[in-house]
C-alpha cells in the first residue's frame, strides 16, 4: 500500500490522537496481531466470540508502529510508549473509512462483482484478463466481507491500474457499506440463486440485496448482468447506469452458444459480440464457466482491453483453491469443489463430473447451508438430478443432506446412494468404497469442512 501519515488516518477515521506524532508514516494495515511489522497499523476489530482488544499485547511484541483503538481501558497502559494511538468510537467504522479514504487517492479503475454463483471464477477471470494490460490488484482468497473488503482495497499499490474486487453478504446493507467503500466503475452480477434465503426471505430480496451494488452509480458506471438468469432482466432494471447483457439468447448483447464441456479438460464456446464470432477454450473445467467468462469479457472491454488481450488472459487462468480443482491418488480423480456449495452451483458442478473421464462417477454432497424454510426441498431436488444425470453412487454427508438421499432413492437403487450423518463415519469407510477409475467430486458448504474428506483421498 502507499504509505499513509498518522494526521490522515487520524482525519480519515474521525479519530483522536491520545500519543503519537502525527508525521509518521504507516507501510501496512492488520486486523491480525499475529501478522504485525514495523510500521503497521493494527485495528482490533471486536467480533461475536472475541474482542481484538486483547491482542494489543501481543501486537506490541511484534513491532506494532500504530494502533486505532476504541477502548481506553485497553490503551492507558502504553500511552507512554513510543507507539501512535488514535482513539475512536468504532474500529471497524474505521477500518472501512479509511479503506475509502486510501482507495480514493488512488488513480484506478475498479470493477466489482457479486453473485450467488460463481463470483470468485468470475473475479479470478477478471483478474487474468485485465492484467494482460493494466497493473492489477484483486480480492485474496475469500477477502470479501465488511473486514475482508477494506484489506484487499489497503493491498492496492500506488501506480496500479485496475481492481477486481469480490463482494459477499448475507443480510441486506452489506454490499451497500461495500461499495460505499470502493465506489466501482463497473459492477457485475453472476446470478441471483437461493443462497442466504434464511436471512433475505426470498430470491426476490436476494435480488434487492445483490442490487445494492448499483447504489452509487450514476450515468458513468455499468452493470453486466448475466441474462440466462431469470431474476436479472434488463427490461426491469431501472437506474441512469449503462446495462450490458450477456446470456444464450439474440438479445443479449454478449451470446454465448455452442458450449463443449470436456469434463477436466475444460470446456469451449462461442461469443458473439456487435456481430463478431470468436471461439473461446477455457482449460477450467464447467459449462457454466462459458457465462462467466463472457460476463469477465464484457465488463474487461469497458475499461479499454481487447477480445484478444481477454483471450490470452483466460487461457493462463488459475482457480483460487478448492474451486473445481481436479486432483489425482491411487488412480482415483478427484473434483475439490468444497469452497461452497448451493442448488445452482452442486448442479453445475454433477454436470463436470459426468463429463469428467473415468469409470465410476461418484458425487460425495453434503449439507447446504442457509436454504430456509425450503432447505429440505432443495437437497431432494440436487439428489434427484444427480440420479436423473446417472451419477453411479451418490454419497449424502451431514444431517441435512439425508433430503439429498432421500431425492437420490427416487430415481435410483438403495445400493446406489449412501447416507453418512457425520462425514468421519464416510472417512473411516471411504477405503472400502473408493477404487481405481473413480471420479469422485466432493462438494458441501463452508461450514461442513468437506476438504478432510478430499485431504483423506488424496493423502491415505
Known sequence: MRALTVEEIEKATKGRLLCGDR???????????RTIGERDLFFPIIGENFDGHDFIPSAIKNGVSAIVASKEDKIRDILETNIDIILVDDTLEALQQLAKYYISTLNIKKIAVT???GKTTTRDMLYYICKEKYYTGTTVGNFNNDIGVPLTVFSLEEGMEAAVIEMGMDHFDEIHRLVDIVRPDIGIITNVGISHMENLGSREGILKAKMEITDFFTEENTLV???????????????????????????NDYIVSKICDFGEKGIKFNLNYNGEDREIRLNIPGAHNGINAALAIAACQNIGVSIDEAVRGLEKIKLTDKRLTILENHGIKVINDTYNACPESMKSALNTLINTSGKRKIAILGDMFELGKESDFYHAEVGQYAASINIDLIIAVGPISESIAKGGRKYMDEKHVLHFPEKEKLIEQLHTILKEGDVVLVKGSRGMTMEKIVEKIINE
Open 115 to 117: 453473485g450467488s454463483v
Open 225 to 251: 448482468i448475466n441474462e440466462d438468469c431469470d431474476m436479472l432482466n434488463r427490461e426491469k432494471i431501472s437506474g441512469d447506469y449503462k446495462v450490458l447483457s450477456v446470456g444464450s439468447e439474440e438479445k
Open 23 to 33: 508525521k509518521h508514516l504507516i507501510s501496512g494495515i492488520s486486523t491480525d496481531s
